[in-house]
């Protein structure tokens, strides 16, 4: 073969290389698809995506995590068919590895799996399929009940049915703090739930609006709950037994942000189960009556918790 006749194929050799090189590690990629689509930079996302589609392993958990994230930046921005698309890849590709490995196994399955379902649900109910909707989940949160994604599936669940509803009972078998739960106290009281953990920045930050809350209201009937729940570790992330992380919550946390007199905190992983609480803070409101008027996983400002408040006070 001549000399000539070598360099096509060793320049098609190089090309490929430098493809294989210059395409994103599974890691990046993931980060990349996490930024973009809190930025709302959908179609930025998508390219990369599709781009780095060439050179990757299509069924790893790393891909479908960063698929899952497409999925989640598109029903941000309202791009109904692409999260659907995108949510289906993530959520039939985690089926597909669960016939042989576990949810909790991968750290990346669970994230691919959950945003999969929560993406397609949310998915039916911007299409107008709400039942459709409410049924899958209720489907998945049983299929997967006692994994790491049943408590965010039972979260999705609620954002779709639980306003309306009455407010289930709390689990109490624990507290910290100086004041206990007493069922009887929030009987005719407008009901403020502040699901918290001890490691969360955001709940530090909703902290003063409950303590505002506290003060303009309470003498109206506002009763605010702290629940919270053991995480199996304390401050910087080091491993507890259930009473060590008590004892932490109890004393050298509490030294350091002191929980509220008024404030009962229940401590308890099946009310964290039950209410979806994978987001924290999540704040349900609930009327004189005991019927859940707002489910809200995240923060809310002082001026919106105030209006539905004092319209639930009368």
């Known amino acids: 073969m001549s000399h000539g006749s070598r360099m096509p194929a060793a320049i098609a050799v190089l090309t490929a290389f430098f493809a294989l090189t210059a395409a994103p590690l599974p890691d990046e990629l993931i980060q990349t698809m996490r930024k973009h689509a809190w930025a709302h930079k959908n179609d930025e996302a998508t390219a990369a995506l599709e781009s780095a589609r060439k050179t990757s392993d299509t069924s790893s958990p790393k891909w479908l995590a960063a698929v899952s994230w497409l999925a989640r ?7 109904w068919d692409r999260a659907e698309k995108y949510g ?17 196994e991968d750290r990346n399955i669970e994230t691919a799996l959950g945003a999969g379902v929560e993406v397609l649900a949310h998915t039916y109910d911007a299409l107008g399929r709400r ?18 994604v049943e ?27 100086s004041a206990t739960l007493d069922p009887a106290s929030l009987q005719g009281k407008v009901a403020l739930f502040y699901f918290w953990a001890h490691w969360c920045g955001d709940c530090m930050e909703q902290k003063p609006v409950l303590e505002s809350l506290h003060r ?28 060590e992380e008590l004892g932490y919550l109890r004393g050298s946390f509490n030294d350091q942000h002191p929980l509220p007199a008024w404030m009962s905190t229940p401590v308890s992983t099946q009310n964290f ?3 979806g609480v994978s987001t924290t803070p999540t704040l349900v409101l609930v009327d004189r009556s005991g019927v ?18 004092e319209s639930l006070l009368g």
């Open 73 to 79: 930046g598109s029903s941000f921005v309202r791009n």
């Open 88 to 104: 289906t890849e993530a959520y039939e590709g985690s089926l597909a590895l669960l016939n042989v490995r576990s949810v909790d």
């Open 151 to 177: 408590t965010r599936i039972q979260k999705n669940l609620l954002l779709l049915s639980l306003e309306g509803k009455s407010m289930p009972a709390l689990d109490a078998p624990e507290h910290v703090g």
């Open 216 to 243: 303009k209201y309470a003498d109206r009937g506002l009763v605010i709950v702290g629940p919270t729940r053991l995480y199996g570790y304390v401050k910087r992330g080091r491993k507890a037994t259930p009473a």
């Open 273 to 275: 189960v039950k209410f």
């Open 292 to 309: 859940v008027r707002l489910y809200h996983p995240g923060q809310l400002p002082y001026e919106e918790l105030a209006s539905r408040i």
């Open 131 to 148: 039942s459709e909707a409410v049924v899958f989940l209720q489907e998945q949160r049983n299929k997967y009940s006692g994994t790491s």
